[in-house]
């Protein structure tokens, strides 16, 4: 069965330079264009299966940013994957669980990487607008800026 929403890239840098930023569940505002600031809730560790991460959303309007709190379901380094869930947001999302996996591409060097999510909508959403704003603007986005960055260096 599909995901819900699901995105794919090729980023130009090894999977060493590459998940790094990644698997830090409190890093995707060094990097992600959507994302105006993230904070670990106490106690939580950027490394820490169950740590949950308070993100304000780079949104249309300032004065009422839209919010996501995440909890680290799970955190694979040998395997370079993760999964975590929202808890709580202002955006017409339930039950949504999201995964990331990396693998290295030997003849280039460069990393494969999935971004997908599963996830029903609150009532007067449509699955279909909400599933292709994840897919194209957090999860297609994310990785063309991870691209970017690391591009850059």
């Keep these: 069965m599909p995901h819900t929403a ?11 330079q590459v998940w790094p930023l990644f698997r830090d569940f409190n890093a995707l505002s060094q990097w992600h264009p959507g994302i105006r600031e993230s904070r670990l809730e106490a ?4 490394d820490a299966v169950g740590s949950v991460r308070h993100l304000t959303l780079a949104s249309p309007d300032p004065a009422r940013p839209d919010f996501v709190r995440e909890q680290l379901l799970m955190l694979d380094d040998p395997g370079t994957a993760l999964r975590y869930s929202i808890i709580e947001t202002s955006l017409p999302m339930r039950d949504y669980v999201a995964g990331v996996r990396m693998v290295s591409v030997t003849a280039t060097g460069q990393t494969f990487a999935e971004w997908w999510a599963d996830f029903g909508v609150k009532p007067g959403a449509q699955l279909a607008d909400v599933a292709a704003l994840v ?6 986005a994310g990785l063309a ?5 690391l591009s850059a260096r």
Excluded: H, N, T
Aim: charged fraction near 25%.
């Design 6 to 16: 699901y995105a794919s890239a090729v980023i130009g840098a090894p999977i060493e």
């Design 135 to 140: 897919s194209r603007g957090v999860f297609a």
């Design 43 to 46: 106690g939580g560790r950027g």
């Design 145 to 149: 800026a991870l691209d970017r960055k």
